[in-house]
């Protein structure tokens, strides 16, 4: 089981264009599209996809339309009294794959939102086991504290599933800030995200074995295990036990959104699937290679995943 929290979903609508973009100039779109979107909903998507039970917890009435498409979908839903409306976002595709984002806020929450919204994936979670994960993703809306992840980790720790975070900003310094007590036992950050949350001036965002050195000190702080994603350069595993690097071959990339999300997903099906750390990574990347080359938000099924192109390799501590 993977239960995931999306705190602020949306609504993607991905644009298309058939030339690259020019700032002020009138464009005709190739496509549009829209879908049910947020970090911890693309998770559970791709886990409906493979076959894993999932549920997605977020802050929607249940005659939203949002809720409706996830569950035409087939994928299972527990919405809880949201504050406001689901926010959009817009992505604007170029024939490159270069995909710009503009991402609404969604509406502003108080405690009593954030409360409810909490005790239900509580509630949830108590009813996990030990060989589920609960997957906090994304951003928060405004009015969240910045320590509402590290908090929820905290209060999520005494529960049996193991816990993952995928966000960035002030959210994930705070989640850093407040180890021990706040660590997850998976964090999945980008290169650009690790150096800025450590402070390294290396560059982790393209440089495997600096992004491993880097990632061995959230370890060592109290992370269990932390993945690092490097776009076009692979990923990067390290827990106390090692670091491993993992790398394809070059694809056309079509779009980028949702890329994380899938390389999330391939490392939490390698653990349901008791693989070692090599083959969790090596699906890691195989998802996220698989994302970048389908339109807008869709999130890969294992039809388009080749785990077998992806070559992993031990880095060394230095």
């Not at 995928?166 to 999945?188: E, F, N, Q």
């Not at 001036?201 to 880097?214: G, K, Q």
Request: glycine share 8%; hydrophobic share 45%; with cysteine.
């Amino acid at each position: 089981m993977i239960l995931t929290l999306t705190a602020n979903p949306s609504l993607d609508r991905t644009a298309v264009l058939p030339t690259p973009l020019s700032r002020g100039a009138v464009h005709r779109l190739e496509s549009v599209s829209m879908q049910a979107a947020g970090k911890g909903v693309n998770i559970s998507r791709a886990a409906v996809a493979a076959g894993v039970a999932t549920l997605a917890v977020l802050p929607a009435l249940e005659q939203d339309p949002y809720v409706a498409e996830l569950v035409a979908h087939g994928i299972p839903v527990r919405p809880v009294l949201p504050a406001g409306n689901v926010r959009i976002n817009l992505s604007i595709t170029e024939p490159d794959g270069t995909t710009t984002k503009l991402n609404s806020p969604g509406d502003t929450v108080g405690p009593d939102d954030l409360r409810r919204l909490a005790d239900v994936l509580l509630e949830q979670a108590a009813a996990c086991t030990a060989d589920d994960w609960v997957v906090l993703a994304g951003s928060v809306p405004p009015g969240t504290p910045a320590d509402w992840y590290a908090d929820l980790v905290g209060e999520l720790r005494a529960t049996p599933p193991r816990v993952a975070v995928d966000t960035s900003d002030a959210p994930l310094r705070a989640l850093v800030d407040g180890l021990p007590g706040s660590a997850p036992h998976l964090i999945k950050p980008n290169g650009e995200e690790l150096a800025t949350v450590t402070g390294s001036t290396r560059r982790v965002d393209s440089d495997p074995v600096a992004a491993a050195e880097v990632a061995r000190e959230l370890v060592a702080s109290g992370i269990e295990r932390v993945l690092v994603t490097l776009g076009g350069h692979g990923a990067v595993l390290v827990d106390a036990e090692g670091a491993w690097h993992a790398f394809a071959p070059p694809v056309d990339v079509v779009s980028t959104v949702g890329a994380g999300d899938s390389s999330l997903f391939g490392y939490l099906l390698g653990h349901d699937r008791d693989l070692p750390p090599e083959g969790r990574l090596a699906l890691a990347v195989a998802y996220g290679r698989a994302a970048v080359t389908l339109h807008g938000t869709t999130i890969p099924d294992p039809s388009h995943v080749d785990a077998d192109v992806v070559e992993v390799r031990a880095l060394s501590h230095a």
